[in-house]
């Protein structure tokens, strides 16, 4: 024997309807319908400011993970080892896939307005911002390589590319 509870019924049920509503609820449904017929232009407008306040949050994200990155860099040790080297590596590819994925990325945020959401023209100040914060990630993967020893930044480095004089 099961039993199963139908709650679309209790809506239209005549003994539920004569109850009084509880002490301090007020009936939004009826409120609600009625100003979104008088604002729908309001609603539509502040949705795209609310949109545009998350393309910032989003544009801003790569660099609220920077700390975290580089304390990921600073446990995995200054040595060469197979740990440290994929750590290095995921933070110099993570801004590379970033990059190239913004437009996706950012097409939930374009306005209502915008004709294609995946257009570079849309948000630009936002995907910007996105790519600073990611040129940012870059840069401190390129220094972790470089205190690594892995770029060749002495002269040193360069020995076997220079051409020897000949002999006089």
């Known amino acids: 024997m099961s039993r199963i509870l139908e709650y679309s019924s209790l809506e239209t049920a005549v003994k539920w309807s004569k109850l009084p509503s509880p002490p301090g609820f007020a009936n939004q449904a009826s409120k609600t319908s009625s100003k979104k017929s008088s604002s729908g232009s309001k609603t ?7 949109k545009e306040k998350r393309a910032w949050d989003f544009a801003t994200s790569p660099a609220k993970q920077l700390p975290m990155q580089a304390f990921m860099l600073y446990m995995s040790g200054g040595g060469v080892q197979i740990f440290s080297m994929g750590i290095v590596f995921m933070l110099l590819m993570s801004p590379f896939k970033a990059v190239f994925a913004m437009n996706e990325a950012f097409a939930q945020f374009a306005p209502s ?16 911002l996105y790519v600073v914060c990611n040129l940012l990630t870059l840069g401190v993967g390129l220094w972790k390589c470089r205190s690594m020893g892995l770029l060749p930044t002495g002269s040193g480095d360069w020995l076997a590319f220079e051409t020897r004089g000949a002999g006089t």
């Open 44 to 50: 539509k407008d502040s949705f795209d400011e609310i």
């Open 113 to 128: 307005s915008a004709k294609n959401p995946k257009a570079t023209s849309t948000l630009i100040l936002q995907k910007l």
